[in-house]
């Protein structure tokens, strides 16, 4: 059974603080690593999909690099504002997706 | 603007009752899913349908059924063969099941059973 793994669980960070957190996933049979935002109230959004070992993307603060060799990922975000506060899930395709549990992130003003 | 309608939005469900929540979407996409989200847990996977008039089970289908008779449309019926049917269930799409291509998502429905 393939696992996707998120840590922390949850953070809590002030405003203007950087943060990041990590997705582990199998290293062997990579195709792509998805990153989703997932704010209360509201539907997941595609933050982004990353295909190529190195890989680099970035959406305003919100950067994320991806190792497949080692099989993960780190999202950062940086100078985190409260609109930031959502839950971050990252997606590995295989056979059929499978999302991790998520990281639950608060920012406090 | 384009993207995936779901309804209800909250669901009551009396036990031994079968009740179908809708997801349309008007994105042209070919892929359509459905997952569960159960408290402290990921999104588990409970159908999906490549094209229309054809789906797949996912991880845990037991209980539940589905129809892509059209596209834009992908409902999600859960039977009284569910036994615990009590969570938030989330409908999305792709343009198809290419791992290249992310999931746009509706905004789920909650269901209850009373």
């Known amino acids: ?109 | 603007d384009g993207g995936i309608t779901q309804s209800p939005k909250y669901l009551f469900r009396k036990e031994g009752q079968n009740v179908t929540l809708s997801c349309e979407q008007n994105l042209n996409h070919d892929a359509m899913y459905w997952y569960r989200q159960d408290p402290g847990q990921g999104l588990r996977l409970i159908y999906y349908s490549q094209i229309v008039n054809d789906f797949q089970k996912g991880d845990i289908a037991e209980g539940y059924s589905v129809s892509r008779e059209k596209k834009e449309s992908f409902p999600l019926t859960v039977t009284s063969a569910q036994k615990n049917p009590t969570a938030f269930y989330l409908c999305a799409s792709s343009w198809d099941t290419s791992p290249n291509y992310g999931y746009t998502f509706g905004s789920g429905t909650r269901l209850t059973v009373v």
């Open chain 1, 1 to 109: 059974i393939l696992n996707v793994e998120q840590s922390p669980q949850s953070l809590h960070v002030q405003e203007g603080d950087s943060t990041n957190f990590t997705c582990s996933f199998p290293s062997s049979n990579f195709y792509a690593l998805h990153w989703y935002r997932w704010e209360t109230a509201k539907s997941p959004e595609a933050l982004f999909v990353m295909t190529l070992n190195g890989d680099e993307k970035k959406k305003g603060r919100i950067s994320a690099t991806l190792n497949t060799k080692e099989g993960y990922s780190y999202l950062y975000i940086k100078g985190s504002q409260p609109e930031d506060s959502a839950t971050y899930l990252c997606a590995f395709p295989y056979d059929k997706v499978i999302f991790g549990p998520g990281t639950s992130l608060s920012v406090i003003p």
